[in-house]
């Protein structure tokens, strides 16, 4: 039995809870084989029964201690119809992730204070979130609400109480949410992923596929602070995949698309070098490289240009 199964319904989701994971790997739609297992399942964008059944195929495949169902932390995706396919017993959903400003009251989830169902997610193109309310939305998923305890969330000490009641149920311990919680379930278990130093990034390729605002913001206070120079340079996706030392790639759709131009190698999470943006080493061609992915809608404008001064002198400790 492995120690623990994480799902994820996309790749920068995946690979941010691979990044937490002592000796995890991450694989596309294939078991990786390590000790704790992250799958991406690739179903966020499915018909809810498919995304159902593909959960719960791994669910059966791969028996573990612990049984993560990552979510997106606003709401995306089929999370009710997931749900569905964990095995038996009590799931523990705790949606907040308080230090990327997702915070849940009376039932809601906020971004940044502001009600998601009335921010940019709204208006995602592929994945719209137009309810906030995190029950009623579940049920209309078909989520077997019965057995799911939703946990409010404002502060990383409520992360910490909802990690009581997980380690508190029998095995297959079943939790739910975004990264937040599964970080104090590792270091709680004793499975929190060791500091690997990196080397310093010089050539640099970065992929823009978000169409959210903060993505573009952070392009562009990239290009204004002059980022783009020497070896660092942006790419659109239908350009050749140039040889290059790292790449980053913003949002989970192109970082799949990328992952796939490079034959869907197995990825191994190295660090979260800043909040949710994680670097990862994969080989391909015979060529090993650094490969860093962000998800589309959060980050401050000046991400980017952090990013960029990390990784030129190598990375410090995870965040």
């Known amino acids: 039995m492995r120690k623990a199964l994480v799902l994820a319904d996309d790749l920068t989701g995946a690979l941010e809870a691979g990044a937490l994971l002592e000796g995890a790997a991450v694989g596309v739609q294939r078991d990786p084989g390590t000790t704790a ?3 991406d399942t690739e179903s966020r964008h499915l018909d809810p029964m498919e995304a159902r ?5 791994w669910v059966e495949q791969i028996p573990a201690g612990m049984i993560y169902k990552k979510t997106d932390s606003t709401l995306r995706g089929n999370i009710g119809a997931e749900l569905a396919a964990l095995p038996p017993g009590i799931i523990h959903y705790a949606p907040a992730y308080p230090r990327l400003g997702r915070t849940v009251r009376e039932g809601r989830l906020y971004v940044n204070g502001t009600p998601v169902e009335e921010t940019a997610f709204a208006n995602d193109p592929l994945s719209p979130v137009r309810e906030g309310r995190i029950r009623e939305l579940l049920a209309r998923q078909g989520a077997p609400l ?3 305890r939703i946990h409010e969330g404002e502060s990383d000490p409520d992360l910490e109480s909802a ?3 997980v380690l508190a149920e029998p095995a297959p311990k079943l939790a739910a ?3 937040g919680l599964l970080a104090v379930l590792a270091r709680r278990t004793g499975m929190s992923r060791r500091w690997q130093p990196l080397p310093p990034v010089n050539d640099c390729l970065v992929f823009n596929g978000s169409a959210h605002p903060a993505s573009r913001a952070q392009i562009e206070a990239a290009q204004a602070a002059g980022v783009f ?8 996706l239908e350009d050749h995949m140039e040889p290059a030392a790292a790449l980053i790639v913003f949002g989970g759709d192109t970082a799949r698309e990328v992952l796939r131009r490079l034959g869907d190698p197995l990825l191994f999470p190295a660090a979260e070098v800043l909040p949710g943006v994680v670097a990862s080493w994969l080989e391909s061609g015979g060529t090993r490289r650094l490969f860093v992915t962000k998800a589309g809608g959060f980050g401050e404008p000046d991400l980017l240009v952090r990013l960029q001064e990390i990784l030129r002198s190598g990375a410090g400790r995870p965040r």
């Open 37 to 39: 297992a992250v799958i």
């Open 53 to 57: 059944r593909r959960n719960a195929e």
């Open 146 to 148: 019965e057995r799911i």
């Open 163 to 165: 990690a009581d009641a």
């Open 177 to 179: 949410g975004p990264a």
């Open 229 to 236: 120079a020497g070896g660092w340079r942006t790419a659109a």
